[in-house]
């Protein structure tokens, strides 16, 4: 089952939990408490409805979990464990050499191992469901809006604007008395059957007739002004989008009756407050009044009516006649009743959203002498249970089966996923770890021995501050810049690295000149003298060429190259051949030579971990030709490329590196557009930093017009 759909699913279950406490307290509070307040405090079983907000631990989540552990305790082992069960010895581990389960095997009991078609269908169900429910869910909705559209269509046919000027001071009277500054319409149709109004942005009231007596007009405009006040209509249509995305829960149907009758009842206290209890036999005649006509037309939910039935006029009339201000009691009660049903909202909670991580990506499969084996019989099979798991890519189960497992077969688990460089797999488990476990020193060490940094963060994210000050110590004296920017971020000081970075760069920056100076090279700004002569250019390459500093100056006499040993020792200076120059430079004098060139420079000091960076937007033509030249000081991977339509999960000519030990973190590459690749068009441009932070990301992207 799709697992956002769970979530969904689970906050249905809680708000159903609170529509069932509103309606049965409703009998308690119904004469008691402030009308108004019956109204909104709907809107908490709303948000209820809509958010997924909660709690890590909550009673949703509990039963969620107590159901997943039902399910993982009662699933069916696979065909081979059930067959093994069966025969004597049959808890023995399979053979060493045995293949995985893609090879087929002839045997009498193949039968037995044959899936069922309708166990299929019923698992292709389950795992589409939630494309049922949103179907569902539109339907509705377009039908509601439908039926909106025709009655608006149908009442503003209708309609005849009302020309009377005392009618319409009246209304600017009552308008300007309620505070409404905005123009309302007054008009006139003779098939509704009560005065409403309609419109979200344009309000209009409409009246059955304009022959109403002065008193009666009054109390009319001022509760139609009541509900635009108060935004009934955006409310109430907030509920149907509700009702619409719970179609399958009955008791939202009830929750958006009571709307519908608390919305009229607390209009008529606003009203009766702004007016006075002096006013409520007078404004009850009214009522009846309004129902003279009703049964000629029945107004549709995206308006607000006057009265909606005569059961409901009965219990209006009574509330009205019963009105009365209440009592500082019963506001500490409404309070208290308020605080108490939000704090149940939170305490329900919803499935946990941490549970519902949905694995897409497939993964390698792994040889058949890394699979782990439970470690005895006493172990119920988990080990069995979670290989089935792992293999089904089922996060959430393989998640409550792996602390299940003894510490040697959760050992030998680790290591494959970690092979396998599964790291979703890796996360949850070490997450399900006991805190004392010594897998955590031992797994630390073999990441930062491997330089994966990816598994290293998950392991110090269950590290205490203590432990992580180590780690760090470590880092700093094996001089490993981009796991010490991790620590640093884990531990709230990056503002400390940067400081450091500046610190070692300079330290670095004056030991090279020193180098330099050793063998005759000196520098005065960016300008290298050689023996006193201006260098026109300046070559120093590595032996590995994982870094090189070139420099050119125009008014320069001399060309020179940094001679350095196998270990990186200058040795000496030399002057550089001209064929040299010429093979360095190339075609750079060539003034036909990428003339158009368009170069987006890229200069950011720090990229968050999983940011992904706009870069802007660019029109690429069959034979363009694209060059990345993009670097970073520290970080552990980095990836650039071309979206389509901002869609920056697709991409187009990507570069996504991983740092090499001993070299620098770099996405160098070139490519031309056009066919078989993505087409050409408008494309965004983007890097990202899908492992960890970057820092001191440097470089430029070059677009080069196709020169034919």
Not at 57 to 80: C, E, F, H, N, R
Not at 323 to 341: E, H
Not at 442 to 461: G, I, Q, W
Not at 682 to 702: E, I, K, W
Request: charged share 25%.
């Amino acid at each position: 089952m799709n697992a956002v759909f769970k979530i969904f699913l689970s906050m249905s279950v809680s708000g159903g939990l609170l529509i069932l406490a509103l309606l049965l307290g409703k009998q308690f509070w119904k004469d008691k408490i402030s009308r108004q307040w019956q109204y909104y405090i709907w809107m908490v079983v709303v948000l209820r409805l809509l958010l997924p907000f909660g709690p890590e631990v909550s009673l949703m989540g509990k039963a969620y979990q107590t159901v997943d552990q039902a399910i993982t305790q009662a699933a069916p082992l696979p065909p081979q464990q059930q067959l093994l069960r069966n025969v004597p010895g049959g808890n023995l581990a399979p053979a060493i050499g045995t293949e995985h389960h893609n090879e087929t095997v002839s045997s009498p009991t193949d039968d037995v191992t044959t899936a069922h078609p309708l166990q299929d269908i019923g698992v292709l169900l389950i795992n589409h469901i939630w494309l049922v429910w949103l179907v569902a869910a539109l339907g509705l909705l377009i039908r509601k809006i439908t039926i909106y559209q025709g009655f608006m269509r149908y009442i503003r046919a209708g309609l005849t604007p009302v020309s009377d000027i005392e009618r319409l001071d009246g209304l600017s009277v009552v308008a300007e008395q309620s505070g409404i500054k905005k123009p309302i319409e007054l008009c006139v149709n003779p098939l509704v059957s009560s005065p409403l109004l309609i419109g979200f942005f344009r309000p209009c009231i409409v009246l059955p007739s304009a022959d109403i007596p002065e008193k009666d007009f009054r109390y009319i405009i001022l509760h139609e002004l009541t509900h635009y006040k108060r935004r009934d209509m955006f409310y109430k249509w907030l509920v149907q989008v509700t009702v619409c995305l719970h179609w399958f829960n009955p008791l939202v149907y009830l929750m958006s009756r009571e709307v519908t009758k608390a919305c009229e009842f607390s209009c008529d206290e606003a009203v009766l407050a702004k007016m006075g209890c002096d006013h409520a036999q007078d404004y009850g005649k009214t009522l009846l009044d309004a129902m003279a006509a009703v049964g000629r037309y029945r107004e549709n939910p995206g308006a607000v009516t006057l009265s909606e039935n005569k059961q409901l006029l009965k219990e209006r009339i009574n509330a009205i006649m019963d009105f009365k201000k209440k009592s500082t009691a019963i506001r500490l009660l409404t309070g208290a009743l308020t605080l108490c049903l939000m704090l149940g909202a939170v305490f329900v909670g919803v499935y946990p959203v941490a549970a519902a991580v949905d694995r897409t990506a497939g993964k390698p499969q792994a040889a058949a002498d890394k699979t782990p084996t439970q470690g005895n019989t006493g172990s119920r099979d988990y080990g069995a249970q979670a290989e089935r798991y792992y293999e089904a890519d089922s996060l959430p189960l393989f998640e409550i089966t792996f602390p299940r497992l003894d510490e040697n077969t959760q050992e030998k688990w680790l290591e494959r996923l970690y092979a396998d460089g599964d790291f979703a797999f890796f996360s949850v488990a070490v997450r399900r770890l006991d805190t004392n476990s010594s897998l955590f020193a031992d797994f630390a060490e073999k990441a930062y021995a491997d330089e994966e940094m990816a598994f290293f963060s998950t392991l110090t994210d269950r590290m205490d501050e203590a432990e992580l000050e180590l780690w760090l110590d470590r880092t700093l004296e094996d001089g490993n810049l981009a796991f010490q920017s991790m620590l640093f971020d884990k531990l709230n000081r990056g503002e400390e690295f940067d400081e450091l970075e500046e610190k070692q760069e300079k330290e670095w920056a004056e030991a090279q000149a020193a180098e330099y100076r050793a063998v005759g090279v000196t520098m005065e700004g960016r300008d290298y003298y050689c023996q006193g002569q201006l260098v026109n250019i300046f070559l120093d390459i590595r032996p590995n060429k994982s870094v090189y500093t070139l420099n050119m100056n125009p008014k320069g006499t001399v060309n020179i190259k940094i001679v350095r040993d196998a270990e990186n020792r200058i040795t000496g200076v030399s002057h550089m051949t001209e064929a040299e120059v010429i093979e360095l430079l190339g075609d750079m004098e060539d003034p036909d030579d990428k003339t158009d060139a368009e170069i987006i420079p890229v200069d950011f000091k720090t990229v968050a971990a999983g940011e992904t960076v706009f870069l802007g937007e660019y029109t690429l033509s069959d034979g363009d030709e694209i060059l990345y030249d993009i670097s970073a000081k520290t970080g552990n991977r980095m990836k650039v490329f071309f979206a389509k339509d901002g869609q920056n999960d697709v991409s187009c000519w990507s570069v996504d590196n991983l740092r090499q030990p001993g070299e620098p973190l770099e996405c160098i590459a070139d490519f031309t557009v056009g066919p078989p690749a993505t087409k050409p068009g408008t494309f965004q441009l983007y890097l990202q930093a899908p492992d960890g932070p970057l820092r001191n990301v440097r470089g430029s992207v070059s677009i080069i017009p196709d020169a034919s």
